[in-house]
């Protein structure tokens, strides 16, 4: 994948280029990532500082988060995603195949009368109360041993600050 596209700057391989007039050897176009230009696809923001020192950094907490970053995601999710697993494939190399629809649970924005919050319900909380909330789930991904709670407790701030859904949701609880 050593060609540029000119409109976006995707990587391609040579022989991807689509054969219409104006699709040359020297100038290439391509349709899978632009559609040759005429979709604009904005430039990721970067990472704010604290999380791009997690991702880069080799300081003991960086590494830890690396190496438990899906228990960390998977306790800060919004929704939880339900899939049929394919029986078909025997042993062997393994992959990740769906087949029929996938599913994302949410549930609803508050949670019955002695039921813990999930999901979604846990970010309606100040951050204090939702670690609380995250490390009483039962039967979830969340391993308080293994989680850092400071940690934990710094990425949901992260979460309040910079996601957009996360505020979202608050207007919706606030409203019903």
Known sequence: MSIVCTNCIGLHWFDKKISTVGSTRERPLFSSCCSKGD?????????????HSLFYNN???ARHFRTHVRKYNSSLAFVSLQYKPDARTQGGLQCFQIHGALYHHGGPLDHATNVLPQF?????YDPEDAIIQIQQRPGGFVLPSVLDIILL?????????HNPYL????????RL
């Open 39 to 51: 979709v604009s696809i904005p430039y990721m923001r970067a990472l704010p500082p604290f999380l």
């Open 59 to 61: 300081s003991t907490l």
């Open 120 to 124: 979604a319900q846990i970010f309606l």
């Open 153 to 161: 407790q710094q990425l949901l701030e992260l979460l309040h600050e």
């Open 167 to 174: 505020h979202l949701y608050r207007t919706a609880h606030d």
